[in-house]
């Protein structure tokens, strides 16, 4: 079984840092793509940031210059260092694991999401 663990959220002030991590587990053949998502309220979930199995980003554009997506040398933890935050950026971030198993099957999977809030 394949999971994913979420952690680093909470409340912080504007213009102040965050950093989320999220670590899969299990066993995988290959991981295609890890990436944060967000949903704020009324809001469709939307892309923030991915790394692909070969290190390739890719961030929206609201977050371009304020957030970065990394691995671990593993290459199985994501992190998302957030920096300046905005209201804005208020939302539930997820993370999100792409695989391919040993068949060439793929998969994905979410994290159970976790909570940022940027306010004064």
């Known amino acids: 079984q394949v999971q994913l663990v979420e952690s680093g959220g909470g409340l912080v002030q504007p213009g102040g840092s965050l950093r989320l991590s999220c670590a899969a587990s299990?066993?995988?053949?290959?991981?295609?793509?890890m990436a944060w998502y967000r949903q704020a309220p009324g809001k469709e979930r939307e892309l923030v940031a991915l790394i692909t199995g070969g290190g390739s980003t890719n961030y929206a554009d609201s977050v371009k210059g304020r957030f970065t997506i990394s691995r671990d040398n593993a290459k199985t933890t994501a992190n998302l260092q957030m920096n300046s935050l905005k209201p804005e950026d208020t939302a539930v971030y997820y993370c999100?694991?792409?695989?391919?198993?040993?068949?060439?099957?793929?998969?994905?999977?979410w994290g159970q999401g976790t909570q940022v809030t940027v306010s004064s």
């Open positions: 299990g066993t995988f053949f290959r991981i295609n793509a």
């Open positions: 999100y694991l792409g695989i391919r198993d040993m068949w060439s099957n793929e998969h994905e999977y």
